[in-house]
Each structure stands twice: as structure tokens, then as C-alpha cells.
């Protein structure tokens, strides 16, 4: 048995083939950077919606981690506060399940949920560290890492910094959202 012969045309057509299997999608989001080529030429507007588009799924990918720990936690404490008393009590006197949730349980169960999302502001610099990487948007996560690998530590420092300004916002976020939930909450 030869070796098969391989001719111009059937070079061309093998290229062509892979180059059909290798086009992208994207219509789920811009995978990569933060503006698409020739934006440049765009209206201020269209400047605009094309960095909200690249936003779409880092701010996702970013998002769906803490969306889903928070939405756990809040179950969690929804079916602690169901089969309490006063829970029992307002549908005793006609109110309707819905509105007993909505009324007193949410409120009750919300302020464990509140405390939680405050805290996970600093946990959102770590993971965008990740999303810097993969989606190629240069950030103070990936310059910290950068910092890190240099041994620069002035701008790890800044780095910290800024990270533990952003967790006592959050606690005071928190706090804040937690005392507007529920009016027992007073600052004494």
C-alpha cells in the first residue's frame, strides 16, 4: 500500500473544513476583552452598549456563585421561621400563605440573607481575579496577582487595603440594610 495522494484541492478543502468547525458564536456574549474591533467608529451610545454587552457574562459568571449561596441560606431560613407560632397565628386569623410569607416571614428570615450578601462584596474581588483571566479585562485582581509575582509590595499593600475597605463596607452595607428590614433593629 502507498502513501495516499494528496493534491491542491484536497488541501483547500480539508482547510476549509476545519475553518466551518472552528467559527464562534457569540451570540451568548463577547468572549474575550472589553470592546469588540472597530468600535472606535461607533456613536458615544453605541460605544456604550458595546461595553455593557462585553460586561454580560463576566458580571454572570460573577454573580451565579453568590446568587445561589445567598438563595440557599435564604430557604434555609424561610423553612426555620414556617412553623413558628405567630407564623401559625396569622394564618389561623385568615391571612392567605402567600401574604403571611411576604409579610412577616420574609422579613424575619431576610436578616441572616442580608448579613450574608454584605460579606460576600469582598469574596466578589477574589473571584474576579478568575474572571479577569479568562475574559482578558484587566483589573485590580489581576494586579494583584501581577504584584504578587513581582514581589511589588507597595501595590500589594494598596491591594489589601482595598480589599479590607471593601469588607468593612460591606459590613456597614450590611448593617445598614439590615436595620431597614427590620425596625427592631435600632443603633444605640
Request: positive net charge.
Amino acid at each position: 500500500m502507498g502513501k495516499p495522494k494528496i493534491d491542491a484541492t484536497t488541501d483547500v478543502n480539508i482547510k476549509g473544513a476545519v475553518k466551518g468547525q472552528l467559527k464562534l458564536d457569540n451570540s451568548a456574549g463577547p468572549l474575550a476583552g472589553q470592546l469588540s474591533l472597530g468600535v472606535d467608529y461607533k456613536s458615544f451610545s453605541g460605544r456604550l452598549l458595546d461595553r455593557l454587552w462585553h460586561l454580560v457574562l463576566p458580571v454572570t459568571t460573577l454573580t451565579l456563585l453568590a446568587t445561589a449561596a445567598i438563595s440557599r441560606h435564604q430557604r434555609s431560613a424561610l423553612m426555620e421561621v414556617m412553623p413558628s407560632d405567630w407564623m401559625r397565628t396569622a394564618i389561623a386569623k385568615g391571612v392567605s400563605q402567600r401574604q403571611a410569607v411576604r409579610r412577616h416571614a420574609l422579613r424575619n428570615a431576610l436578616l441572616p440573607s442580608i448579613t450574608l450578601a454584605g460579606l460576600y462584596l469582598p469574596a466578589l474581588a477574589a473571584g474576579a481575579l478568575f474572571v479577569e483571566k479568562v475574559f482578558s479585562w484587566p483589573g485590580m485582581g489581576l494586579l494583584a496577582a501581577n504584584a504578587i509575582a513581582a514581589r511589588d509590595y507597595l501595590l500589594i499593600t494598596a491591594a489589601v487595603l482595598v480589599t479590607s475597605v471593601a469588607v468593612a463596607l460591606g459590613a456597614l452595607l450590611a448593617d445598614v440594610a439590615a436595620a431597614a428590614a427590620d425596625p427592631r433593629i435600632r443603633v444605640s
